[in-house]
């Protein structure tokens, strides 16, 4: 009896594993596709932002206002899109690449320029060290001169 058991759950699962094995070849085609695509999305979309950052600041010195950097940003990174055979993009996402490279740029640019800077004469800094009260040390450690050991300080 346990031996029939055996046999009849041993063939159950050689079955179950067939047809998922199955379905699996079926569909692989639909399942590569789509990862395909979802590769090829990843690929546009970084290409878009990494040629937003080159555009806004090769535009940036230019004598164009900022509606026409932007559209002038979008067009060229829509050309890049065609000439590299990548797939369309909508323009609001163009837009949003290129207003982000933009924010990251002025961003960049008041980190490494700070706003505020402080001028500090000499006599300014001397008369503050005048001011300055003397720090007390309590309980410092002794050192004995005539100790040259070179052991853990004990």
Do not use: C, W
């Not at 070849?25 to 937003?52: E, F, G, P, W």
């Not at 509606?67 to 829509?78: D, L, P």
């Not at 007390?136 to 050991?149: C, H, L, Q, R, S």
Request: proline share 5%; charged share 15%; glycine share 6%.
């Amino acid at each position: 009896m346990n031996q029939q058991l055996s046999n009849i759950i041993t063939q159950a699962l050689v079955l179950v594993i067939g047809a998922i094995y199955t379905y699996y070849q079926q569909h692989k085609s639909k399942v590569d596709a789509q990862v395909k695509d979802n590769q090829a999305a990843k690929a546009t979309l970084d290409v878009v932002n990494r040629t937003a950052q080159f555009i806004v600041h090769d535009l940036e010195a230019g004598d164009l206002d900022n509606k026409q950097k932007q559209a002038s940003a979008v067009n060229t990174i829509k050309t890049t899109l065609t000439v590299l055979g990548l797939p369309a993009v909508p323009e609001n996402v163009i837009s949003g690449a290129v207003e982000s490279a933009v924010s990251a740029m002025h961003l960049a640019y008041q980190t490494a320029s700070p706003d505020a800077t402080v001028a500090v004469t000499d006599e300014q800094i001397a008369s503050a060290v005048a001011q300055a009260t003397p720090v007390e040390v309590v309980n410092a450690p002794t050192i004995d001169p005539e100790e040259t050991g070179g052991g853990p300080i004990g």
